[in-house]
């Protein structure tokens, strides 16, 4: 892309984390299934996965998707812009990189992506974030937007005993 009005004409929408989503085949809707503002995870299991991977940060196995929608303010030919999407931790360390193409066909309004994940990458309890970002005709990235996701651990206790009286 050579010239500003590019990523200018391509604007983010919205990116929300959830459980599954659908798409509807007739009307091409899509449909969010349990959103995700925060993941509870088993203290003992993050303390126990971190022994055993002998890492200060651990893969925790939570499957979910991020679903994005952009468009564009004209329909010109086709048209595309170079984005990335980071994973940053509490301390705005990037956990997770990955940089991609978002390409409108002749004719295209809208661009929608998911994203599967079936493990994410935490270093600690506390407030994460997926940061979308595009690149500047300069070549200089610039952030769009950043969607957070709480990490939290409860501890799990065992069971209470049965009443026999019932």
Request: hydrophobic fraction near 35%.
């Amino acid at each position: 892309m050579s010239d500003n009005s590019s990523t200018d004409n391509i604007q983010h929408l919205w990116t929300l984390a959830c459980e599954n989503s659908s798409i509807d085949r007739d009307s091409n809707n899509v449909s969010l299934f349990n959103i995700l503002e925060q993941v509870t995870l088993n203290e003992n299991q993050v303390k126990n996965a971190k022994v055993k991977q002998q890492r200060s940060d651990i893969t925790v196995p939570v499957k979910f998707q991020l679903v994005s929608l952009w468009h564009r303010l004209e329909m010109n030919e086709e048209e595309e812009i170079e984005t990335g999407l980071e994973f940053l931790s509490p301390e705005g360390v990037s956990l997770l990189s990955r940089k991609m193409v978002i390409k409108f066909g002749s004719g295209k309004k809208r661009f929608r992506f998911r994203a599967k994940f079936e493990g994410l990458k935490i270093t600690t309890v506390g407030l994460y974030h997926f940061r979308f970002s595009k690149v500047l005709p300069d070549g200089q990235w610039q952030e769009i937007t950043r969607v957070p996701l709480e990490i939290k651990t409860v501890k799990k206790t065992a069971d209470a005993p049965a009443d026999k009286n019932q």
